[in-house]
């Protein structure tokens, strides 16, 4: 076997054919050439038949060259002599490249959480150890947002029964969903020029600027695998909503009020106060919200985006790149509204799983992620815990003098 590096047309046709995140294909490689990443492909080949491939991106640190293959190679990772044929081919033309490491994270489950259920991959071990005999080093099992891409995931199994995947979805969102639904939230499509909505929403969350957004929406939009989704808040028709509901509680109100007269001095009497005083509270807090909601209406009658989020299609999977929301409406319940539709969308569409991105460990209670991972999962969602990230050393001496300069500039920047 040879290791040939690939054109884009050659390696396209091998990921076609071949399982593949997003995160492995050549519209994510030009999107990060963008980002100052060099970008190449090689794959392992006997008979002009390709056996394994990967993308390569290679980024110049603190003058030292480093290699880093998101979601890993694509090869068949039981294979150990395959696997080591590839690798020892990569290690000698990385080795002339001036590359000194590697940095992958396959996509190799350990454990799916699924109906409360955890089932193990059983062949996991087997795949672990063929790796660390080859010289990868595991870095360990993090339980948050360490790793190149996250060790964690929430998975939606679509289906053709939109009812039924209604019904998975936690009862309280269920509630927030339809609230949503009532109060002037429409969700749009957006496109290009609309991702300044998106990027506003998320710049404190990704390390990426506009110009990668903009950047992978342009690559991936070529095969139209790339979608820009919105929730808007019609402050116009939030208010005609609240006006709605304030009429009908009064109503609720002034039966109330007359149940109270016509049971005085009856001893099941404290009943119907008490059913008033709830049925007033609501009225009150209905009417602090007509108040704010006129407020909006003032202020920005053409309406507000309140959630944002990027898809992208990679094959049978929808996959939730990006996403974001805003916090001064959090209570409107907007986003909760906007992934609902997305997942009935995709559903309609054929697609098999609705992946809405990295969650922090599952099992971690009190975390600063509980509230992000709780969100994914209360869409009824399924965890995938991968490998995670692992390290191939290519040039030993370079490395280490790598590693003591990067801990020194680390320093430097505290």
């Known amino acids: 076997m040879i290791l040939k590096e690939l054109t884009n047309d050659e390696f396209n046709t091998f990921t076609k054919n071949n399982y593949t995140s997003l995160y492995q294909s050549s519209n994510y490689a030009l999107t990060m050439t963008k980002q100052g990443f060099e970008c190449y492909y090689y794959g392992i080949i006997d008979n002009n038949k390709i056996y394994g491939a990967s993308l390569i991106l290679i980024k110049k640190t603190y003058g030292f060259k480093y290699a880093y293959i998101p979601r890993g190679y694509i090869i068949d990772y039981n294979n150990l002599e395959l696997l080591k044929e590839f690798t020892e081919l990569l290690k000698k033309q990385l080795k002339k490249m001036h590359v000194i490491g590697i940095r992958l994270n396959p996509p190799i489950v350990k454990s799916i959480f699924q109906n409360k259920q955890f089932i193990a991959n059983n062949n996991y071990n087997n795949t672990f150890d063929n790796l660390k005999q080859l010289g990868y080093k595991h870095l360990g099992y993090n339980n948050y947002f360490e790793s190149l891409k996250p060790r964690f995931e929430a998975v939606i199994p679509l289906s053709t029964n939109i009812q039924q995947l209604f019904n998975k979805i936690d009862k309280s969102f269920k509630t ?6 009532t109060k002037g939230i429409k969700i749009f499509q957006g496109n290009e020029k609309e991702l300044d909505k998106l990027f506003l929403q998320t710049k404190n969350k990704y390390p990426r600027d506009l110009k990668y957004f903009e950047d992978i929406y342009s690559y991936f939009k070529k095969e139209n695998n790339i979608e820009l989704y919105y929730s808007l808040l019609d402050t116009d028709d939030y208010v005609r909503s609240i006006q709605y509901q304030y009429k009908k509680q009064t109503n609720k109100c002034n039966i109330a009020n007359d149940n109270v007269f016509k049971n005085a001095g009856k001893d099941n009497n404290n009943k119907y106060i008490n059913i008033k005083l709830k049925e007033e509270n609501k009225l009150n807090s209905l009417k602090e919200e007509l108040i704010y909601a006129t407020k909006l209406l003032k202020e920005y009658p053409k309406g507000i985006v309140t959630s944002s989020v ?14 974001g929301y805003d916090k001064t409406y959090k209570k409107l319940n907007s986003k909760h509204l906007l992934i609902w539709k997305l997942i009935e969308k995709f559903a309609k569409e054929g697609f098999k799983t609705f992946n809405l991105g990295g969650i922090a460990n599952y ?12 969100f994914k999962l209360n869409f009824g969602s399924t965890v995938y815990e991968y490998m995670g990230d692992l390290n191939y050393i290519i040039n030993k001496p370079l490395h280490l003098i790598y590693k003591n300069s990067s801990a020194v500039m680390h320093l430097l920047k505290k």
């Not at 990027?310 to 996403?323: F, H, R, S």
């Open 363 to 374: 099992n971690l209670k009190n975390s600063k992620y509980e509230g992000l991972t709780n």
């Open 176 to 181: 927030k969903i339809r609230t949503a639904d």
């Open 310 to 323: 990027l898809i992208i299609k990679n094959k049978t999977e929808a996959y939730m790149i990006m996403d």
